[in-house]
């Protein structure tokens, strides 16, 4: 069983605040990019990277691409405004029919096995998402005031990758776009025109780098498992 991936890395980091792209931030002398790109490199599972970057920061990545010897990142595709035009001008690209990835370059910790289970399920079912229970609890708030204890039992945290069958999340997407929808997730788009997505239970560790904080759990992160 084999899949392509989509990693959008065309976004600004504005809430990490860094002055420049957060995916060239370096944990452990690495840039997180290449933290997400090696562990798809490494998966004999995956057949091809297709990257989406913004036009300023093609020179680095792409000098990057080569010190690092990521071999499977050669298509590389312009971003656009938001997160989901990313993903759309590199699914464009996208011509087979088999299981496709979308994962985002800021979430450096997924492994080889959640993904195994998570394309797994996607064959079966055809769109399959990555997420964990949440541990909070979760309330609906308007005005300042709580309107609702939600059930904790029926809620979870989305991450990615999600994973999907090309031609569902092509027609997806493309019916979003018409419908000038702006999903949070893909699978979200996948939803909205009435196909089932199963959830497949990851791992905590997954984290979004997204502020400056989120680099203090990434470094902790990164000693746990040293150990
Ligand atoms: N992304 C993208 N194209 C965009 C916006 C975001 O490819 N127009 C990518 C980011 O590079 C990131 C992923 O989508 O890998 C998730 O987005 P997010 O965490 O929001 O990153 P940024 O958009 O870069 O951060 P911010 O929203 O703080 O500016
Ligand atoms: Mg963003």
Redesign the pocket.
């Known amino acids: 069983m084999t899949y392509q991936v989509i990693i ?9 605040g860094a002055g420049k ?3 060239l931030l370096e944990l452990d002398g690495i840039p997180v990019l290449v933290h997400t790109l090696k562990v798809f490199e490494a998966d004999a599972a995956c057949t091809g990277i297709i990257l ?1 970057i913004h036009p300023q920061d093609e020179a680095a990545f792409k000098v990057i691409i080569r010190k690092h010897k990521l071999t499977k990142a050669k298509r590389l595709v312009p ?5 989901q ?2 993903i759309f001008n590199a699914l464009k690209t996208v011509t087979d029919h088999g299981i496709i990835l979308v994962h ?3 979430r450096p910790f997924i492994q080889k096995d959640d993904i195994k289970r998570l394309t797994e399920t996607a064959e079966k079912t055809g769109a399959a998402i990555i997420g964990v229970p949440a541990k909070d609890t979760m309330k609906k708030v308007e005005n300042g005031v709580v309107t609702t204890t939600v059930e904790r039992s029926s809620l979870w945290a989305v991450q990615t990758p999600q994973a999907f069958r090309v031609p569902l999340l092509l027609q997806a997407y493309e019916q979003a776009d018409r419908d000038h929808f702006l999903g949070t997730d893909d699978a979200s788009l996948v939803e909205r025109i009435g196909y089932p997505v199963t959830i497949v239970e990851g791992s905590y560790d997954n984290i ?1 780098l ?1 502020t400056p904080e989120d680099l203090f759990f990434a470094e902790a992160i990164l000693k746990k498992r040293k150990t």
């Open positions: 959008p890395a065309a976004g600004q980091g504005k809430r990490m792209n957060k995916l989406a971003g656009g405004e938001e997160r035009h990313s985002d370059a800021a979004k997204t």
